[in-house]
């Protein structure tokens, strides 16, 4: 199971970034699959995620309406579109894979994880 996370950089304030989650070694379309993210000195915490089959999805209320969770079972990747970026959503993202039968933001409901990568939101 390999989950690797792209897309990472530096943007400013008002700016949009999107992040994409590779994924091999399961099939896709079976499993949940969740972004958190890791701020310094933070918790890791819950950003959105999304349904099997794309059907649900859910976000933490800090990025309802400027997050948006997308996947392409297809082509084994999932997406976050992040817009209208702030200077809190600094931190290094995760993708993560869940084989619980329901949709979670909670860490602990996941069980295999990217090795995250680096958002930063400055001018």
């Known amino acids: 199971v390999q989950l690797v996370e792209s897309g990472g950089d530096l943007v400013q304030p008002g700016g949009s970034l999107r992040l994409s989650c590779a994924v091999s070694?399961?099939?896709?379309?079976?499993?949940?699959i969740g972004w958190f993210r890791q701020a310094p000195g933070k918790e890791r915490e819950g950003v959105a995620c999304?349904?099997?089959?794309?059907?649900?999805?859910n976000y933490a209320d800090s990025v309802k309406g400027r997050f948006t969770i997308s996947r392409d079972n297809a082509k084994s990747t999932v997406s976050l579109q992040m817009d209208s970026l702030e200077p809190e959503d600094t931190a290094v993202y995760y993708c993560?894979?869940?084989?619980?039968?329901?949709?979670?933001?909670?860490?602990?409901?996941?069980?295999?994880w990217g090795q995250g990568a680096q958002v930063t939101v400055s001018s």
């Open positions: 070694g399961f099939p896709l379309d079976y499993y949940t």
């Open positions: 993560a894979q869940s084989v619980k039968p329901y949709t979670s933001t909670r860490p602990e409901d996941y069980d295999h």
């Open positions: 999304i349904s099997a089959h794309g059907a649900n999805a």
